[in-house]
């Protein structure tokens, strides 16, 4: 008996910082095996090259979408290689891979001497793969560079989705009109993703397109069932990471309706244990891991934070959570943090959560 299909999930791949990522092999292949419909591929510049293991998952599942999830600081690569990137795994997988983009690390552009990224510069640089996409020939000089003679010299019958990590209203409005799809980050609750969606169709509106037709991904880091030092790992230090990046907690306390004053107090009995520890590029891994002092630091979160901002407790509740974000306009839900069998007891009863009419959708995260 075959198992269900859940199209309307996707998964991340070697989720944070990974130093063997041989893991993939296995967590792709268990995905697959539980039918979520895609795996997003995270990417860091270390032992994470996006490029290689999208190959490697377009080897070991013949069903699932794939999604490069995302690549950030475009500029770090030539439009041309980008657009045979796609291009290779639209052939190599029968149209189910979508290209996830996201506006860059600031601190990453200036250490590689390549622009930061802009509105101007990211619609270009989209614009840019389209047309090689198309099988044009390219003449243009623009943010993203000139081009003289430009070709991917193949058109391809179905475009690569373009999908944009959006986080703030101008960015989710800008997606809108340009973008196939959008994920919104970690921590985005029910509230927040019905306030960005809206920020979204209104993008679509104002270009003339379908609101419905531009996809739209809401990550969620599940920790549903689990033992307690996996709760740790997978929901407070995570939220401890991004307690380093400048205004990142503010962003989602803003977007959530949380209360901003408790992030010194958080600030500063992490500075006790990490002392000084600086903010990452891609991704942070100065923070403690010790269990007893990520426990101290759980203990300052308020519960609203960690309820409101992931699937955690029982599966029961980790379904209602991915539900709520169904019913506050997702068109799908990305889970973020966990390996993919830690996911079994929210699949066995999603049934009874399910929106109708997901099983029919494409598992292409971008169409």
């Known amino acids: 008996m075959s198992r269900p299909q859940y199209p309307e999930f996707g998964y991340y791949a070697l989720p944070g910082h990974v130093a063997d990522p041989t893991q993939a092999f296995e967590e792709i292949r268990s995905g697959d095996e539980l039918g979520l419909g895609s795996v997003w591929i995270s990417e860091r510049l270390n032992t994470k090259s996006g490029d290689v293991i999208s190959g490697v998952a377009a080897a070991l599942t013949p069903r699932m979408g794939i999604a490069s999830g995302?690549?950030?600081?475009?500029?770090?690569?030539?439009?041309?290689?980008?657009?045979?990137?796609?291009?290779?795994m639209m052939k190599l997988t029968n149209n189910r891979f979508a290209l996830g983009v996201g506006r860059g690390v600031d601190a990453l552009a200036d250490a590689t001497g390549t622009p930061r990224l802009n509105f101007a510069l990211l619609e270009d640089y989209i614009e840019t793969l389209r047309r090689l996409w198309r099988g044009e020939t390219v003449n243009h000089s623009g943010p993203a560079g000139t081009f003289k003679g430009l070709k991917l010299g193949h058109a391809l019958d179905v475009m690569p989705p373009v999908i944009m990590a959006a986080q703030g209203d101008k960015t989710c409005h800008w997606a809108g009109r340009i973008c196939d799809g959008v994920v919104y980050n970690s921590l985005w609750s029910r509230r927040a993703v019905a306030h960005s969606t809206a920020q979204v169709r209104a993008g679509a509106r104002a270009a003339g397109r379908d609101p419905a037709s531009v996809k739209v991904w809401a990550i969620l880091v599940t920790a549903c069932e689990v033992p307690e030092e996996l709760f740790l790992r997978y929901v407070i230090r995570r939220m401890n990471t991004y307690m380093l990046f400048p205004g990142q907690m503010e962003t989602f306390c803003d977007a959530n309706g949380w209360d901003q004053s408790l992030l010194p107090g958080i600030r500063a009995e992490m500075k006790k244990i990490d002392g000084d520890s600086p903010g990452g590029m891609l991704g942070d891994e100065n923070t403690t891991r010790d269990l007893e002092q990520l426990r101290r630091l759980a203990a300052l979160y308020p519960r609203a934070w960690i309820e409101e901002g992931h699937a955690v407790g029982s599966a029961e509740q980790g379904a209602q959570s991915a539900r709520e974000r169904f019913d506050a306009g997702a068109d799908g839900v990305l889970f973020h943090g966990t390996h993919p069998k830690y996911l079994e007891p929210l699949l066995a009863i999603w049934p009874r959560y399910r929106p109708p009419g997901l099983e029919r959708r494409s598992v292409n995260p971008g169409l």
Request: proline share 11%.
């Open 70 to 88: 995302l690549i950030a600081n475009l500029p770090l690569r030539h439009p041309l290689v980008v657009a045979a990137y796609a291009a290779t």
